[in-house]
């Protein structure tokens, strides 16, 4: 199956005219049996580079949300009122209350909409923890084991059940990633791997049953790995020999760096307008 991806929403932008920046992420993707798009951003770039970049909301199969935090699900209102009724794919977590908090702040970082305001503009969300295909070649991971000593999360996010128990760190299981079996081979699509990017692949390759991943494109979280962390996924990227590494958002402009000088002809920046072809 031949695929394009584009970035719709991202930190940075890597087109000359009318591209908006934003902390975020969206991914458009394209294939022969249809468009999907894997997250909607903040809200403030998802129309207007959608336009720049000549790719039509009105024409997506479904919506796929990473994790219900406010940089990866503020541009639904947007989508809905281009797209009108669309199947929303998610995690039965995504509407957790959710906040970063350190000594001296606390910031409201979950979902900013209800569910039943989303679903007034024609959400049909269809919510799930375990792998599921949700298109031709293209699927969902549903919930990450989490397996690895080094990947640890991140200490300063805090998040409430429904029943008001707190969880701190949040445990963020809603963290999905998007799969797209093409004809060059596997393409991870993660929206900030909060998960950690080597339990993703790991349980990708076992639940695929692949040994090897033809690109990766989207937010790494490597921007808060410890060196071993960061060093341990080196590895892991050689070893299943990814040819194409796309990183965006929470990646850092330090771990990009450090990744661009190890992967050279490899690597590239996941900013707005960036395309991946496979």
């Known amino acids: 199956m031949k695929v394009r991806l584009t970035i719709l929403c991202e930190n940075s932008v890597g087109i000359p005219f009318g591209g908006i920046g934003e902390h975020g992420f969206a991914c458009y993707v394209e294939t022969e049996q249809g468009n999907y798009l894997f997250d909607t951003g903040q809200g403030f770039g998802i129309v207007q580079n959608s336009l720049v970049l000549n790719k039509d909301l009105r024409q997506i199969r479904s919506v796929m949300i990473s ?3 406010y940089d990866h699900t503020g541009g639904l209102p947007a989508v809905l009122n281009f797209k009108g009724p669309v199947d929303v794919f998610g995690h039965p977590d995504m509407f957790l209350d959710r906040f970063w908090s350190d000594d001296e702040t606390s910031r409201f970082i979950g979902i ?3 569910r039943a305001y989303l679903e007034s503009l024609g959400a049909n969300f269809r919510m799930g923890t375990e792998m599921a295909e949700i298109g031709p070649g293209v699927y969902l991971t549903g919930e990450i084991p989490r397996t ?3 990947e640890k999360g991140d200490a300063n996010m805090i998040s409430y059940t429904p029943e008001g128990e707190k969880m701190h760190p949040d445990p963020i299981r809603d963290d999905l990633s998007m799969i797209i079996d093409s004809d060059k081979g596997l393409i991870l699509v993660l929206g900030c ?3 950690g990017m080597v339990n993703i692949i790991e349980y990708v390759m076992e639940k695929m049953q692949k040994d090897r991943i033809y ?3 989207g937010g790494t979280h490597l921007g808060f790995s410890s060196e ?3 060093d341990e996924t080196l590895n892991v990227i050689d070893h299943y020999q990814i040819e194409r590494m796309g990183v965006s958002h929470c990646t850092g402009l330090i771990k990009a760096s450090l990744l661009h000088a190890k992967l050279k002809e490899r690597f590239f920046f996941g900013c ?3 395309a991946l072809e496979g």
């Open 148 to 150: 690895t000593s080094f």
């Open 112 to 114: 900013p909409y209800r």
């Open 215 to 217: 690109a990766i494109i």
């Open 272 to 274: 707005v307008g960036a």
């Open 228 to 230: 071993e962390q960061f």
């Open 67 to 69: 994790h219900g935090h």
């Open 193 to 195: 791997a909060h998960s």
